[in-house]
């Protein structure tokens, strides 16, 4: 590495006319950094037009081109046109001269902030996907990425951000926030207008937001009810996941509606919650398979709710009303319980499962051991459970106690937080999440003689980029490219939004952050966005945050100051089926049909019971399905059968219990086999 | 160490035996050793013994000598929807001892709704009128009231049943939600009970069992079909969450799978007080026999759980059994006839369950367990009786050759090679889902309480010299462990100043959160009168709002406090 550096550097002072030729030469094929092993191996993936171009060379200015030879180390001039060179590069960033400084922004005297029509031009940044890194320019014009390249052919007069080899990493997508989940008739501090603030400000641009519908209420009504709250106030592009309070009939329709006119493709049904949201696994297994055949990805939040409300009690009733009482009465065992319940469940329906919040070791576990198996199962942890644990629960401050609850609690257990962000750098488990949910301490002494009645939710929107940064890429668990795929790529993918979101590539939403990984900030609940009075984060340090943040384009976040605008953000409709998880599922629902054994009719006698329905042990087929009486059609001939031969059976009736039936043990005299 | 069970057994008084030369084999060590036994008890063991004059001598020729079989889970005469199955406690436990076992544990098995002490009268009756070996029960719990905690709790005190079997299968019939099983388990562990689980996911097996007949599957493939292991393996997940949340020693019947049986092993890595028990059929056969053409060949092999359609699952749960994960066998012997399960022969969910397995038990362990190399004799001797009398509380009474225990002793033929098959086996069914096997190691001689009961190949067996063996509760094997993770496990709660700041207002009228709870608990518990006066004391304004179900001082609901991100100012800390 340090040896293919300090070539790259050497080739630096070179006359840019003689870098090209060396750098592609066939003498090269050599790794030159840690996330590219073949230099050109992803050669005219993106296929660069202005390399093309006729008179590109004469589109520069001179100045331009004389900064971009500083600042960006790799300019290729000498290439010939079509010889895309991306990637492959050493970060230059990591040495001494390239010094760090606040992100310049570079203007023509008459142009506004934002540049003259949304047109604006990152230069000298390190393009970081989730596949691979590479030095490229990108142009932006109308909110979408327009170019990605080297030396792209802008408009004259283009405002331009010098990166200076810093990461330019697609936005962050948030996949779980309740900015307006209501609880016994009050509402999160955080609105869509302050939690999407705070999402910008840490370099998340698109925020999935659960609506939280209440048992009896229509879905369609309360999902208006969110988007045109949304709509007003958010900063930024959101998408909405819908909660699924209770299962019946009505809401089958209406789920119909949402997945195909309202683009609503992922919805959340729950596992705890005893006698408001909880379904029973009868439910869930309708619910699964209805939602199935709509391709949309289910959420399931898995905590066992019936053992939950047992422990509440028991806990209760010794004594215990603290927050300490409410991990204690959500032990993790009970989580990946019911975790295991759903991957059976979805193993059984042949259909993917996300489990929200995975907040524990053995839950996650879980989800290891069914991925390992096969199982389409997709797990997201929260900000809260990648960067603290449930210790707090036993603070002697109350307020502080209380402002960890949230559901499935954070685990007692330390090394959780550790042991999530392996998996993640390891892809066992997919997307990062916040479950962004602040209430003051004012709501939460709702709940201060009574744990079970303290609002559930904590903070973590603006810390969740952050944190990934800073325990998993700065620790070495995981790399650049795994960190966008985690916090970006992988969510697009599963909510199918990819590639216009979670990408940074020509035609996708220029949603885009210039990551500093070196900046370090210490987290109070002083200096965030957020509303709330507690950070559950407080005093723990960060490195790596966003040094610019662009959503739709526009510059939102620049050097510490946020220019979010209020109702800005766009409903973003999401189409059934995503490919992330259904192609899998399709091609088995194909494979696995299942097929009767074609037998001849059994003539022997049987046994005459008595009708009586409470004496049949498997009775639940014969009340719940209307088949199992009314045999289907192909048996119809054999009960016909049956009926002609029945009347000896009849004649024998009185028989006793124990009267052996004298036959051979193959059985094979009474039995007409068709084999 | 002696065992009195005297007034129970006047007819075997004079019976007096001596095995000579055999190799003594318990759970922990084989040696050489004579026994001497009288009344149907062992009385000496060693070289040279002293022994009264015309005794009966048994020449055992150095072959081992083993603790008769326990098996600890079979339905002999099993009453279904009118019919019994076809081996009554007679039959059965003649087949039981031909096959080496000299104990068995019945499923006594009320119908929901019905006493559980009248179904455990009706057993003990059928029991004693007709069994050829000790018998122990256990007692089903079909459904869960206060009635039946009383009689459970009568079942553990006065009636010696220290086990119980709950269902999580048979919907709308047997099955009991989570909740239910939480308070059962509750409730025996409070008693010193074992809970013995039916482990199958109900909810999702009727909904496969619906999907299947849907589709036109009605044979007996459709009974596999609709019950995948993975439900299996589901709801023994579950189950043990359920035990150790509530410290109760978790017992799962019927291990039919391998990933069933994984979740088990896993379980007791992690320290979990679980014992899997896998049955005859488990070990010896798969269940590709379900795809049979013949209908009553493919009916016979009919159970819940069913057979695994995987073929190594014979061999995996022969080695966990081997390496201590699984712990005790039984049969499940449940036979029903063919005409029996012609019941269901338009409708799998109809078919009676049930396979046989009582008299094939310990030769089938041997043959595939110790001749393979997988087991040593010791754990052998383990897996078919010792820890099965551990769990019931009968050890070393049962399950031990030393002087005191039971004299139901097995000198076991290590060489002899039979081929099973329903012409010969003594169960009365017309099918035997081992048929056509090939076993080695056999029973050359069973000794039952004292007598022998087979020799030479000849079985002589009594009606109704079945004793019943009460077992007693908190069975060490399982409760020395859970007494002492109870007395580590106290919760404590924080002591905390009380939060005397501002609370937002709030309404409960519309369905919360987590409101389920405080419907369903008693919020007012008299630890927090002392909070709650105090809190009145603070001269709050007490709420007039009749939603709130607490006095709880009225804000507007937006706003916002202003303290500092420690919160300090308002709540009163006691560090």
């Not at chain 1, 971009?68 to 991306?86: C, I, M, Q």
């Not at chain 1, 949304?230 to 996941?241: E, I, Q």
């Not at chain 2, 029960?137 to 119980?164: A, P, R």
């Amino acid at each position: 590495m340090s040896d293919c550096r300090r070539q790259w550097n050497r080739e630096d002072e070179l006359p840019v006319y003689l870098a090209g030729p060396i750098s592609t030469g066939p003498n090269q094929r050599k790794s030159y950094g840690m996330f590219s092993s073949v230099e050109g191996a992803f050669d005219s993936k993106t296929i660069d037009f202005d390399n093309y171009a006729v008179g590109r060379k004469g589109n520069r200015t001179p100045r331009s081109s004389s900064r971009e030879r500083v600042l960006d180390t790799s300019d290729p001039v000498g290439k010939t046109p079509g010889e895309v060179r991306e990637g492959s590069r050493c970060s230059p960033s990591g040495d001494a001269n390239d010094a760090r400084s606040d992100v310049e922004v570079f203007t023509s005297e008459n142009e506004g902030p934002n540049g003259k029509d949304g047109k604006l031009l990152i230069k000298g940044g390190r393009v970081v996907n989730d596949d691979r890194s590479f030095y490229a320019d990108v142009y932006i014009e109308d909110g979408l990425i327009k170019q990605v390249g080297e030396n792209l052919a802008v408009p004259g007069g283009v405002k331009v951000i010098e990166a200076k080899g810093r990461m330019i990493i697609p936005g962050g997508i948030d996949v779980n926030t309740c900015l307006m989940k209501p609880y016994l008739g009050t509402q999160p501090v955080d609105d869509f207008f302050q939690g999407t603030k705070a999402a910008l400000a840490g370099g998340t641009t698109m925020i999935i937001d659960h609506v939280t519908p209440q048992p009896g209420d229509s879905l369609l009504e309360v999902f208006e009810r969110w988007q045109e709250a949304a709509d007003k106030k958010a900063c930024c592009d959101y998408s909405l996941h819908v909660d699924i309070p209770q299962w019946n009939e009505n809401v089958k329709d209406e789920l119909e509606l949402l997945v195909q006119d309202k683009g609503i493709n992922s919805f959340q049904l729950y596992m705890a919650y005893k006698d408001v949201y909880q379904m029973s696994d009868a439910q869930l297994y309708e619910a699964f398979s209805f939602l199935k055949q709509l391709g949309a990805v289910v959420l399931v939040h898995a905590e066992n709710g019936d053992l939950i409300a047992q422990e509440q009690r028991k806990i209760l009733k010794m004594g215990i009303t603290g927050p300490e009482g409410h991990p204690l009465s959500r032990p993790e065992e009970l989580e990946a319980e019911a975790v295991f319940r759903a991957i059976t469940l979805g193993n059984r329906v042949n259909c993917p499962v996300y489990i929200t919040k995975v907040m524990s070791k053995s839950a996650a576990d879980t989800i290891t051991q069914a991925r390992r198996k096969g199982s389409v199962v997709f797990g997201e942890p929260i900000t809260a459970s990648l960067a603290t644990d449930g210790s707090h629960y036993w603070s002697k401050n109350w307020a502080k106690a209380a402002a960890y609850v949230t559901s499935p609690p954070l685990s007692p257990d330390p090394t959780t937080p550790d042991h999530l962000h392996t998996l993640l750098a390891c892809g066992d488990l997919q997307v990062v999440g916040s479950a962004h949910c602040a209430y003051s301490t004012l709501q939460k002494a709702i709940g201060k003689d009574d744990f079970t009645l303290i609002p559930e939710g904590t903070n973590g929107v603006e810390e969740r980029m952050g944190f990934v940064w800073d325990k998993a890429v700065a620790m070495g668990k995981m790399d650049e490219n795994q960190f966008v795929a985690v916090t970006s790529t992988n969510a697009a993918k599963v909510f199918n939004l990819y590639p216009r979101k979670g990408r940074i590539a020509a035609g996708s939403d220029a949603d885009i952050v210039i990551w500093d990984p070196d900046c370090v900030k210490t987290i109070t609940a002083k200096l965030q966005q957020s509303a709330a009075e507690y950070n559950i984060f407080e005093g723990l340090e960060c490195r790596g945050g966003p040094a610019l943040v662009l959503s739709q384009g526009r510059i939102v976040y620049e050097g510490g100051k946020l220019q979010a605008q209020q109702g800005t953000g766009r409903f973003l409709p999401r189409k059934p089926f995503p490919d992330y998880a259904y192609q899998r599922v399709n091609c088995r629902n194909q494979v696995k049909s299942m097929q009767g054994v074609t037998r001849g009719i059994y003539d022997g006698p049987v046994y005459d019971v008595a009708p009586a329905p409470k004496y049949i042990t498997p009775s639940p087929s014969a009340k719940t399905s209307p088949t199992s009486h009314q045999p289907p059609p192909i048996r119809n001939l054999h009960q016909s059968n049956f009926s002609l031969s029945g009347a000896q059976v009849d004649d024998n009736i009185p028989r006793r219990s124990g009267h052996r039936i004298v036959a051979p043990p193959g059985g094979r005299s009474n039995i007409t086999s068709l084999g | 160490m002696s065992y009195q069970g005297k007034k129970n057994i006047p007819k075997i008084t004079s019976d007096r035996l001596l095995i000579k030369g055999g190799r003594i084999v318990n759970d922990d060590q084989s040696f050489h050793a004579d026994i001497y036994m009288e009344d149907g008890v062992i009385k000496q063991i060693g070289d040279n013994l002293i022994v009264p004059g015309g005794v009966k001598t048994i020449e055992a020729n150095g072959k081992m000598v083993i603790p008769g079989g326990i098996d600890i889970h079979t339905h002999f005469q099993m009453p279904y929807r009118g019919t019994t199955t076809v081996d009554d406690f007679a039959q059965g436990s003649k087949a039981a001892l031909a096959g080496g076992t000299t104990m068995i544990v019945d499923h006594v098995i009320p119908e929901p709704g019905c006493s559980l002490i009248e179904a455990y009268d009706q057993w003990r009756q059928w029991a004693d009128e007709k069994a050829c070996c000790d018998y122990s029960l256990h007692v089903d719990v079909t459904h869960w009231n206060d009635s039946v905690k009383q009689e459970l709790e009568s079942l553990i005190k006065e009636k010696g049943v220290n086990s119980f079997q709950v269902y999580m299968a048979y919907k709308d019939y047997y099955q009991m939600s989570n909740s239910e099983l939480y308070e059962v388990f509750t409730f025996l562990a409070e008693r010193g009970g074992i809970a013995q689980i039916h482990a199958e996911n109900g909810e999702i097996i009727a909904k496969e069992q619906a999907r299947m007949l849907q589709t036109g599957i009605t044979g007996p493939e459709g009974h596999v079909l609709s019950r995948p292991e993975e439900l299996e393996a589901e709801a023994v997940f579950r189950a043990v969450t359920i035990a150790s949340q509530t410290y109760c020693p978790l017992y799962v019947t019927r291990v039919m799978s391998k990933s069933a049986a994984d979740i088990i092993s896993q379980a007791r890595k992690k320290g979990s007080v679980v014992f899997g028990e896998p049955i005859t059929a488990s070990l010896g056969t798969d269940g590709t026999h379900y795809w049979s053409k013949n209908w009553a060949k493919a009916a016979s092999f009919v159970t819940s759980p069913p057979l695994s359609p995987d073929p190594t699952t014979p061999d995996y749960l022969n080695t966990l059994l081997a390496s201590g994960d699984l712990s005790v066998t039984g049969s499940a012997h449940c036979t029903f006839s063919v005409a029996q399960k012609a019941i269901g022969k338009d409708d799998f969910t109809q078919i009676p369950e049930g396979v046989n397995g009582v008299e094939e038990r310990m030769a089938l362990i041997w043959d595939k367990a110790v001749t393979t190399g997988k087991m040593d004799e010791n754990m052998f001797v383990a897996v078919t009786s010792t820890n099965a009398a551990k769990i019931l509380n009968l050890y070393p009474r049962k399950g031990r050759i030393a002087v005191g225990s039971d004299a139901d002793l097995v000198i076991w033929d290590t060489d002899s090679v039979r081929t099973i098959t329903a012409k010969t086996h003594n169960s009365a069914a017309e099918y035997n889902v081992f048929e056509g096997m090939e076993l080695r190691g056999a029973p050359l001689v069973v000794i039952c309480q004292g007598k022998i009961v087979l020799e030479d190949g000849n079985l002589h067996v009594t009606s109704g010299v079945g004793r019943f063996i009460p077992c007693s509760p908190y069975p060490d094997f399982a409760y020395k462990r859970i007494k002492a993770r109870k007395q580590l496990a106290v919760l404590r709660a924080v002591p905390r100043g009380m939060y005397d700041g501002p609370v937002s207002e709030f309404s409960m009228s519309r369905g919360g959160t987590p409101s389920a709870s405080a419907r369903t608990s008693p919020t007012k518990q008299p630890v927090r009168n002392l909070h709650q006066s105090g809190f009145s004391l603070a001269g709050n304004p007490i709420s007039p709002g009749p939603p709130a179900p607490e006095d709880l001082p009225i804000r507007p609901p937006g706003r916002r406090i202003v303290v500092p991100p420690g919160g300090r100012s308002n709540i009163t800390s006691l560090s």
